[in-house]
């Protein structure tokens, strides 16, 4: 064979292997790059971030109206314990189901909304009954369903844990959770806020009654203020880089809260976030905020969509397979921003895998603070940073309703009431 032809032959040979060993990588180093690369933080145009959390509702249940996300609503059917099925269907106009039990959302109950690994069980869960399965449609919640089109909303993000408030509430600042119930034991776990102080970041935790970082002691009293400050704050551009916000949590059980949890007036909740958008939104400070609502998790009610597996950060959950953890059921999140911006012609929905230490993830980034736990240092859920468009910043704010607070009603004596040990309680840790 001479050599011309010997090279002839070689030559495809050749190309593949320069292809495999030099082009393919670049290639995959390229498109990995488009899709995990992140600006330098400390440019990013994001100096403050914001985090309302607010109290057990499902996806389905406030936002599976939506357009354009995978929501559902009317037309589900769900069977009881004699394998009767029954519809789902619209709540209003009562926005507040005094009559009915709240929904089972205990560690135990969420894996009764599972039957064989699909959400088909929520008049199966403890005291259910048809309450579980109604919705609220777009008309119900006028200030948060407009901020969800005009800005971004996600098909996929769910809780931290299938369990109730307490361990979800604790992994909103710890990724991770040192119970499966409403306990008032205190947490020593150590937290964003320790991240944050380290590094010498401001943070402030503003409270409308109840503090939830009392379950820390009095280890985070010096950066807790009552919620007013927050709206002083937004107003006269002096946030500090992170703020987390909560409502009003105290009577709950009366149907007089503010915090969204059965039996309070969704109405109530939803002018409280009009409130604290709107504070936010006509800051000066707008122009760099990320001002999230998100909701601690799904409160019982159903939801068409099963959660994934994610990365247990501690041995606590007895319920890991191959060291992953379920993720609690879907929760309804907007984010609102001059990074996020959509419009009610084209809504904008990101359906990567998210939960709440998500929030942590971005806060980690922006700031370069070491994770907490497993959980947010894996990638099993997504960096909420990559949902912002940071490259297209649009501070303009639509119009958007501003709902007054209807008059409390308190919920009629002889009604269901909750029996989970509530957030008004851990006042009882007060000296």
């Not at 600042?173 to 320790?194: E, M, V």
């Not at 379920?326 to 904008?348: E, K, M, Q, Y």
């Not at 497993?374 to 990559?386: I, P, Q, T, Y």
């Not at 704010?397 to 009604?415: D, I, N």
Request: proline share 10%.
């Amino acid at each position: 064979m001479t050599m011309r032809r010997l090279a002839a032959r070689l030559q495809p040979i050749a190309f593949v292997w320069v292809f495999v060993a030099v082009l393919l990588p670049a290639m995959a180093s390229a498109k990995g790059k488009d899709k995990h690369s992140l600006p330098p933080r400390d440019t990013s145009g994001v100096d403050h971030i914001v985090v309302v959390t607010m109290e057990n509702r499902s996806f389905d249940h406030f936002l599976g109206w939506h357009p354009t996300a995978d929501g559902m609503q009317a037309g589900l059917a769900y069977p009881d314990e004699f394998n009767v099925m029954h519809p789902t269907y619209d709540l209003a106009p009562d926005y507040q189901g005094c009559a009915h039990p709240d929904p089972d959302h205990s560690w135990e109950g969420g894996r009764t909304d599972l039957q064989d690994g699909q959400p088909t069980g929520f008049l199966l869960a403890g005291m259910n009954d048809e309450y579980a399965i109604g919705y609220y449609g777009e008309t119900a919640r006028p200030f948060f369903n407009s901020l969800a089109l005009e800005y971004t909303t996600f098909d996929r993000f769910f809780s931290p844990i299938l369990s109730e408030t307490y361990p979800n509430r604790i992994f909103m600042h710890a990724a991770q959770t040192d119970r499966l119930d409403n306990t008032l034991a205190l947490s020593t776990l150590p937290t964003i806020w320790d991240r944050l102080g380290e590094r010498g970041v401001s943070a402030q935790y503003y409270f409308s009654d109840v503090p939830f970082l009392l379950l820390w002691g009095t280890k985070y009293l010096p950066i807790s203020t009552p919620v007013e400050q927050f709206f002083v704050d937004a107003a006269t551009g002096n946030l500090p880089s992170v703020s987390f916000v909560d409502p009003r949590f105290a009577g709950e059980a009366e149907g007089v809260s503010g915090d969204d949890h059965p039996h309070s007036d969704i109405r109530t909740g939803d002018a409280f976030l009009a409130d604290a958008f709107q504070a936010v939104a006509s800051g000066p400070d707008w122009g760099t905020t990320v001002f999230i609502i998100t909701y601690d998790e799904w409160g019982g009610f159903f939801d068409h969509v099963a959660p994934p597996r994610a990365t247990a950060p501690n041995g606590v959950d007895p319920d890991v397979v191959n060291g992953k953890a379920l993720l609690g059921l879907r929760i309804p999140v907007v984010v609102a921003s001059p990074f996020t911006r959509g419009s009610r012609a084209n809504p904008r929905v990101v359906s990567t895998v998210f939960d709440n230490t998500s929030i942590l993830k971005l806060i980690e980034w922006r700031w370069n603070l070491k994770p907490l736990t497993a959980r947010d240092a894996s990638s099993d859920v997504g960096n909420l940073a990559f949902a912002l468009d940071l490259a297209h910043p649009d501070p303009t704010v639509p119009a958007l309703p501003t709902p007054p607070a209807p008059f409390p009603q308190v919920c009629p004596a002889g009604f269901p009431i909750p029996t989970e040990v509530a957030l008004e309680d851990l006042l009882n840790l007060v000296p």
